[in-house]
DNA sequence: GTCTATAAAAGGATAGAC
DNA sequence: GTCTATCCTTTTATAGAC
């Protein structure tokens, strides 16, 4: 039991420890509140009520609002890829797996949640830097560097001419994100259908798989 | 004098009008403070502060916070696109045109008053949507209309095959945020230098006309 | 129109009992 | 660990004098 406290923060309690579900409770409404009105317009007060439970408890657990704030998002983050990091298998198809990737990588990435979590990090980029490095190694970044591995494979075989292999994964996740990215962002739009999100990936692995031929 | 005044509410005072330039010293103050700390974080007093004005002068110009932060960012975003917005001459090189639209594009965009802007609008969307929705009609819909309206030109022209004039060029705008803009939102990379500019802006045209080249 | 002063409310954080 | 009650600061907005 020499871990660090902060790596099992928010996790479920250890069998044997004295534990309620109390802590459980303030993380759920904590992350249900941050995520739908922002740092600054969630109070503790909403929190603790969300979480049925008196505000003081929320203090004994969390010490303080940044505190609780950073251990939820920073926590959210983690997960944020783990549908599109599959293992991209390297023998088979390109225009196959490419399209594979793109269909899992709009269909997590433009989920509520995940535009709902974008938009707080944003929003408060300036007050928690870490949080905003956090949600980009553990989103885009990790995307992109899947990526990017799977192409220095094909550009070695042959099959597709890869200048800068970071630099082409960035371009081809560039173009899944789309306009529709931006609309997303500003909650001009519902998440796509699956023709939408057909549309986009086969656009893009179109242009992506024209724009890297070789010879 | 029958304009209404909510058209001319942020505007240079008119010649003869009892008119000192508080008014103004209150728009430039309330644009620093809400592009810099949000909504949220901005107060009043801070706003009046930074204009050398009492707190009450603003309630008498702008009646309330909402008020005042609308009137603000709506006006901003009225600006967005007017060093992008230059004509597309019909007759030249697609290359030379695309990539003068990509350096205008990516040298506006990615400017920090911009991000700033861009940053709040999202923070806001759900509290100011007619704000978000603004934004999205000045910025990022002006220009695909102006680039969708060329495409069309080429592809008549056969310079070019366009299946779907829009949604190229949101494919166009997509790929020259790139990566980049996802790190300036989240606030972790300045505006790119010239070259990075160049090479983006140089990977995407090349991209785009692959996409796009006829037979 | 502009200022000083003040009201009224909300919210972060803590004290102390159990 | 948990709750009730409270402190104290910040902040939006308004009153009233000049």
């Known amino acids: ?87 991209a298998v390297p023998g088979g198809d390109p225009a196959k797996t490419l399209g594979d990737l793109a269909r899992r990588f709009i269909a997590t990435v433009f989920t509520p949640a995940n535009m709902a979590l974008f938009r707080v990090v944003i929003a408060e980029s300036a007050r928690f ?26 550009d070695r075989d042959g099959i597709l001419a890869i200048g800068d292999a970071t630099a082409s994964a960035r371009l081809f996740f560039a173009m899944l994100r789309g306009d529709i990215y931006i609309r997303r962002l500003l909650d001009l739009k519902p998440a796509p259908s699956a023709a939408e999100m057909e549309a986009v990936a086969e656009q893009a692995v179109a242009a992506f798989l024209a724009a890297h031929a070789p010879g």
């Open 129 to 154: 830097p870490e949080l905003a490095a956090a949600f980009y190694r553990a989103g885009p970044a990790a995307a992109v560097d899947d990526l990017a591995g799977y192409l220095t494979g094909l």
């Open 1 to 87: 039991m020499t871990r660090a406290t902060t790596a099992r923060t928010l996790q479920t309690a250890t069998v044997g420890e004295a534990q309620t579900g109390k802590r459980q409770a303030i993380v759920a409404a904590a992350t249900r509140v941050f995520l739908s009105a922002g740092f600054g317009a969630a109070s503790m007060d909403a929190i603790a009520a969300e979480a049925g439970v008196s505000k003081q408890t929320v203090y004994s657990h969390f010490g303080a609002k940044d505190a609780l704030f950073e251990a939820i998002l920073e926590d959210k983050c983690r997960g944020l890829m783990r549908p599109v990091r599959l293992p």
